[in-house]
């Protein structure tokens, strides 16, 4: 057993062919909110980008899973009827929830997660990751850094 949820973009047709994320673990709404924060900030001003942002989410949680286990990638159709929690309806031009399907709105709602904590763990990993090699000196440099969840929101630093 898992913690588990789909995540289909725009609509839901559970006969659709789109592209679905499956999440085995940390598929609570706290969850999801973390990665779709993280991915508005690693999009920054290509926020609004449908397919680039689509592609930055599947990313955002690979990085944060990591290994080669606990979450995938199908259509809405063979990912559908995965329980727990359900499927959820992300907008790709704001990288926000816009709907639920498949969960019973009586069911508890999973808030272990404060959303600022949770995005902040994947913006340490996805920092990490960003160095760039030049070949001609043969130096790695560091990329500018993302912002916490708190910077980004227009707060000061947690």
């Given at each position: ?65 990591g290994g080669c286990l ?89």
């Open positions: 057993m898992g913690n588990r949820a789909v995540i289909v973009f725009d609509e839901f047709n559970p006969e659709s062919e789109a592209a679905a994320i499956y999440v085995h673990w940390n598929g609570g709404r706290d969850s999801i909110e973390g990665y779709l924060k993280a991915t508005r900030i690693l999009m920054g001003d290509r926020l609004g980008d449908e397919a680039y942002a689509r592609a930055r989410l599947f990313q955002v949680i690979g990085i944060f899973m606990s979450f995938g990638m199908g259509t809405t159709r063979s990912l559908t009827g995965q329980g727990d929690n359900g499927v959820f309806i992300v907008n790709s031009k704001t990288m926000t929830i816009k709907g639920r399907a498949e969960w019973e709105p009586e069911c508890e709602e999973q808030e272990e997660h404060d959303v600022n904590k949770f995005t902040n763990e994947i913006i340490k990993l996805i920092n990490v990751m960003y160095t760039v090699h030049n070949e001609e000196s043969g130096k790695y440099s560091q990329l500018d850094m993302l912002p916490t969840a708190e910077t980004f929101d227009g707060g000061e630093e947690a």
